[in-house]
């Protein structure tokens, strides 16, 4: 079973690791993290960022890291970029934004579909409270009452008597 120490020092070197990779990838201008496509500094955050570490267990538990980082800093390594390179990642961009103008369509389409069927239901509804109204107004009219007809009531009843 292992121990409370080793469980903490397993976890470090497996931060480290990923620091590690981070600060290699940032080097080289490679980052997979989404904010850090379109440009960065390197810095401590962003490295954090990159490595999905929090800054403060940089600080406290890493320091040798913000060394290296201090000394690219102060060396940068330019990435080497080709006109193929940079062809690949627009077509893959391409691509991407293909499959997300599709989703967007069938939204669409959906989110249409929806408020037509919306539309036609509250119609309906307004058709029947129309009608509902107009049943209840009928209902609450004054009929007249004929005199004739209460005198032949009231004999009918006499007559029985």
Request: aromatic share 2%; proline share 4%.
């Amino acid at each position: 079973m292992p121990t409370k120490h080793s469980h903490h020092k397993q976890r470090l070197r497996k931060t480290e690791t990923r620091l590690n990779d981070a600060l290699d990838r940032l080097r080289k201008g490679c980052p997979i993290h989404p904010l850090h496509k379109h440009g960065y500094t390197l810095t401590v955050a962003a490295l954090a960022r990159e490595a999905g570490v929090a800054r403060n267990a940089i600080y406290t538990n890493h320091r040798a890291i913000i060394d290296d980082l201090h000394a690219i800093i102060g060396d940068p390594v330019k990435p080497i970029t080709t006109w193929q390179d940079k062809l690949d990642e627009l077509h893959g961009l391409i691509r991407i934004m293909k499959q997300e103008q599709r989703q967007l369509i069938s939204e669409n389409a959906l989110l249409l579909q929806r408020a037509l069927a919306a539309e036609a239901a509250a119609d309906r509804h307004r058709r029947h409270n129309a009608r509902l109204i107009a049943e209840r107004d009928t209902a609450l009219r004054a009929v007249p009452i004929d005199p004739r007809h209460k005198r032949t009531a009231l004999r009918d009843d006499t007559a029985e008597n």
